[in-house]
């Protein structure tokens, strides 16, 4: 039988596809549940580059009970101002991002996403095994296990598998079929990757410009470093492993746009990381199936518009470590109190992101126009901790950790 005792409890062995943000925590929490966590990761380290994220939340919550926040408010970035600038570079508006810090209780941090999996993964113990450069091929569910075949290592069996592998989820399409069956195209495209030495540089400034069709975001970081985030309307697939091609479509996509824009895309050579894909969201009626769950974007991700995916992460690898560490000796109904805590709070996520492609990619001049009227509103005072104390708060109570 493919479980085994350790100190009275049965204690799982769990592969986890995936070493990023849901499949550290998970492997975190796992972990502390007394179980045989592996993690899989199909790069050769630890991901970098990306973009800076707004952490708040539930999420937030997590992070604590793991102990990370002390580390994250050391290695992320208190940003004063959220600018809005013109072609020419007049302001249009101005939006004090403590505000957020105040309308939070002080518990928010802007950090840039891989730091975030960094200090995850930093808190596992040396006994969490990780295998670097694989990734799973084949899955065959059992009635006491699951089979798991790799694109390079040798077969092996495990309790449960958790594909914590992202949009493009190869356990989501092995357990559950084609991504084209649960990808909801949001027709928009996000870019990211930073360079050193650029000019101007903002401190601790988030400056923004959009015209019809895009929006660009620059940030000052340590080390003299600017990171840039580019969304922009795009409709069908992108190239995600082809820098070439995706310097090429970034190129084509802005050829008309004004700002700071040609001068940013000059910088592409010169990036030390790029990350292009697609907005998209993924929905699925059931996360479960048999031995295997997902977690992450893998599983609902809200796409970059919901502007809280890694919280989210954090919160569904909690939940789902919570529930198997409740009834170790039934993964299925652990899956089922899983899906039951958390898919009505993230379809409402999924829901609410959709309108914000107007933000993110004006699609015409007057969408345009109202996204200027919007970040001009959210400037005063009133409207900014209206909006604000409604959505840091997250409609859902992290279950208690079983034994405390």
Do not use: C
Not at 68 to 76: I, K, Q
């Amino acid at each position: 039988m493919a479980n085994h005792r350790s100190a009275g409890r049965q204690k799982m062995r769990v592969l986890i596809v995936g070493a990023g943000i849901a499949g550290s925590t998970l492997a975190h929490w796992l972990q502390r549940a007394g179980h045989d966590p592996t993690l899989l990761e199909r790069s050769h380290g630890l991901r970098s580059g990306g973009y800076l994220i707004d952490f708040w939340g539930t999420g937030f919550d997590v992070a604590e009970r793991m102990g990370l926040v002390p580390r994250l408010r050391r290695e992320g970035y208190e940003l004063k101002e959220a600018r809005d600038v013109a072609g020419d570079g007049h302001r249009i508006a101005s939006l004090d991002p403590q505000r957020l810090v105040a309308g939070a209780g002080g518990r928010y941090v802007s950090i840039l996403r891989a730091d975030l999996a960094a200090a995850i993964y930093d808190s596992l113990d040396d006994g969490v095994e990780t295998i670097f450069g694989d990734t799973v091929a084949r899955l065959t569910d059992g009635e006491q296990s699951i089979s798991v075949e790799f694109d390079h290592g040798a077969p092996r069996e495990f309790d449960l598998v958790v594909g914590a592998d992202g949009l493009h989820s190869r356990v989501r399409e092995l357990a559950f079929g084609h991504e084209y069956l649960y990808e909801r195209d949001l027709g928009i495209a996000v870019a990211a990757f930073d360079v050193v030495g650029y000019r101007p540089r903002d401190e601790h400034v988030a400056l923004m410009h959009a015209e019809v069709g895009f929006q660009a975001i620059r940030v000052a970081l340590r080390e003299d470093l600017t990171m840039f985030m580019l969304t922009f309307g795009h409709h069908g697939p992108v190239p995600t492993d082809d820098v070439g091609a995706q310097q090429e479509l970034l190129r084509t996509s802005l050829a008309d746009a004004g700002w700071e824009i040609p001068t940013i895309l000059d910088e592409l050579p010169r990036a030390r990381t790029l990350y292009l894909d697609r907005a998209n969201q993924i929905r699925m009626p059931s996360w479960t199936s048999g031995r295997v769950a997902l977690i992450g974007d893998a599983a609902a991700s809200p796409s970059l518009l919901a502007g809280q995916g890694s919280a989210l992460a954090m919160v569904e690898a909690y939940v789902l470590a919570a529930e198997l560490a409740a009834t170790p000796e039934d993964h299925r109904r652990a899956f089922d109190a899983y899906e039951r805590r958390l898919m009505p709070m993230l379809r409402s996520k999924q829901d609410a992101a959709k309108g914000l492609g107007t933000a993110f990619a004006p699609p015409n001049r007057l969408r345009l126009m109202l996204r200027n009227t919007l970040m001009r509103l959210m400037g005063l005072p009133p409207v900014a901790n209206l909006a604000m104390g409604r959505s840091l708060r997250d409609p859902i109570e992290l279950p208690a950790w079983p034994g405390t």
